[in-house]
């Protein structure tokens, strides 16, 4: 049995819903022929797709990055605007493709607003300057009678788009970027980059371009930029053919979490900071199985159980992690893929889901005790080198809770990772009591796979029910391999 102690008194957090954050970029079909597909009788008068549009709107993201990732390093954004006919094609040099254009900074602003989602646009680095960066800033924020403002305006939007989300270049570090560079030239070119769009608008977030939080990049970076910048940018992503790495490599992000705030704080105290960074973990996900141009990845329901468990992680750290953006969202190791005749989705989708839908204001204290598991070392079977053996023993149920602010509404995400056993869990709260019966989602894999749209995308199995729980104790039976999300109303003892 596994007793999970919730105490909603103790906020560990307010959780930013962007931390429910997307990312789409240029890469493969995530957005011609995945999101956006002009032509398609699925797609509206702008070419937007209205079946993927309805799948990511449920996902109720809070922010959406964009262009890239490795592509936006070679993207010159004045290509996209104007008439469509007229708009250049251009050699893509991340990922070896022609990008035509068609889709845009106007089509990508108005994909946000149609999903009700604030835009993070991530600048080019690479082969971009300063002076076309600034641009971009003024052409989707100006609003004085300026020329690159004047440019939108003639493009039919009067109005400001007042994007806040401003990331400073992508994987700056690696030599698969176009433009690399090391460290310190990063911190000399980033440091100019946020004094001049600060100084062109105030209300910018910047993004610094961290690694993976440990390393000595990181603490470079942090140590430059930290005075200048709103949050500082992570990447992971895990996965293995081998069960147990690829449910437990996703407590890899509680140890970069851990040492990219101890950096943090460390120059935040030597320099006396007023403002410190915190970090956006603005690329996250399983994928280790597809290397080419397109990284069309098939999920099975493991990789939704490690899902659910970075979302655990996320929920957990939420005072430290402001932002974070499920890499990718169509197509291209995505919860969302697309034929010409229909969106689907795969098993990733549903923990997203579950998730964004049951969070409540505040992360709040969880304790959990029960069995553990202890990997001899986890990481030996995987594409990546992240090491967890050090970090365990792992609770087999791992688990996080959200409180409303006035505590009358609690609710619990729960993984029970036991490949073949279910598990007996005792939700207890402290100091209060559940208010009449609890709403309990089960998603475990698919049990009878039946006629499949896409042949190899493989579906799941959602078990909704109420449950009632006995004062301030819920006792549920947790299925093998499964995630289980639990909503409540709480009342005083
Ligand atoms: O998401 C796929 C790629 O992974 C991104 O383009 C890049 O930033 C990362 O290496
Ligand atoms: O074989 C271990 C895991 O069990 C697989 O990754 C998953 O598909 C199954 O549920």
Redesign the pocket.
Known sequence: MTRIAVDPARCVGTLDRNVFGG?V?H?GRCIYGGLYDEGSPLADERGFRRDVLGLLRELRMGVLRWP?????SNYHWADGIGPKDARPARPEL??GAVESNRFGTDEFLAYCAELGTDPYICLNMGTGTLEEALAWVEYCNGAAATAWARRRRENGREEPYRVRYWGLG??MY?D??VGALSAEEYVREATRWARAIKMLDPDAVLVSCGMNGWNDWDRVVIDGLAPLVDLHSL?I?TGSDDYWTNVLQPHQAERAIRCARALIERVAYVKRLARSPRIAYD?W?V?FRTDDGK?EERYNFSDALAVATYLNIFVRNCAWVRMANL??MVN??APVVTTSAAAVTQPIYYPVLLHARAALENAVDVHVDGPTVSPLESGHHSRWPHRVGDLGPFGLVDAAATASADRRRVAVTLVNRSPDHPETAEIVLRDLAFDGAAEVRGLTAERDPGAREIADVQGVHLAEGAEKPNGPVLTLTLPPQSFTVVEAAATGL
């Not at 890239?68 to 936006?72: D, E, L, P």
Request: cysteine-free.
């Open positions: 990312f970029e890469l890239g990732g490795n592509f936006v991340a990922w992508n994987e690696g698969w970027q990447h992503y690329e996900n994928w990284l890499a990718q291209a190791i």
